[in-house]
Antibody, heavy 115, light 113 residues
């Protein structure tokens, strides 16, 4: 069964960093791109970009450059999203999702930024 | 960026009746290589991640009930639920998978009347 298992909720202070993990199972990890999608509270979806799971090359959408880093550990079939210098407006649920269109989604990781 | 605009923002339909959700793209999303439109529909229930329902505008994802259908071409697309079930209460999103960034519509909340 194909699935993406994400790490648990995070509560962080402004200025801190967070690293969200997304572990894939049930399929060949390096065949499909991995996307990251943000959903702010009560809002729709923002596609943040994607990482080529074969080469490790990330692509960031405008608005998600600089503080956002996509990475991989192919030895454990896991993708990561790291956000640095957290701001209150980063409070959201972050999803990993396979492929385009996005056919397998993680359950989401809620990141709350509050002092 | 391609802007995706859904209508209506919310919709209430009686059980067993037809529900129709529209999605308009700001430019054509036709992929010339296969002459298919790069439009996907997702369903999101409260507290859950989205679920892919339809892609290439009209191809139903495996396991999706056949009461869900997608249609349209060019810049205007429609998701139709032929006979609304209680389990279909959700927010529905369209997304273009034609070009980066793969933008989403703002969502349509579907409720039972």
């Amino acid at each position: 069964q194909m699935q993406l298992v994400q790490s648990g909720s995070e509560l962080k202070k402004p200025g801190a960093s967070v690293k969200v993990s997304c572990k894939a199972s049930g399929y060949t990890f390096n065949i499909y791109a991995m996307n990251w999608v943000r959903q702010a509270p009560g809002q729709g979806f923002e596609w943040m970009g994607w990482i080529d799971t074969n080469t490790g090359n990330p692509t960031y959408v405008q608005g998600f450059t600089g503080r956002f880093v996509f990475s991989l550990d192919t030895s454990v079939n896991t993708a990561y999203l790291q956000i640095s210098s957290l701001k209150a407006e980063d409070t959201a649920v972050y999803y990993c999702a396979r492929n385009v269109p996005m056919d397998v989604w993680g359950k989401g990781t809620a990141v709350t930024v509050s002092s | 960026d391609i802007v995706m605009t859904q209508s209506p923002d919310s919709l209430a339909v009686s059980l067993g009746e037809r529900a129709t959700i529209n999605c308009k793209s700001s430019q054509t999303i036709l992929y010339s290589s296969n002459n298919k439109n790069c439009l996907a529909w997702y369903q999101q229930k409260p507290g859950q991640p989205p679920k892919l329902l339809i892609y290439w505008a009209s191809t139903r994802e495996s396991g999706v009930p056949d009461r869900f259908s997608g249609s349209g071409s060019g810049t205007d697309f429609t998701l139709t639920i032929s006979s609304l079930q209680a389990d279909d209460v959700a927010v529905y999103y369209c997304q273009q998978h034609y070009s980066s960034p793969h933008t989403f519509g703002q969502g349509t909340k579907l409720e039972v009347k």
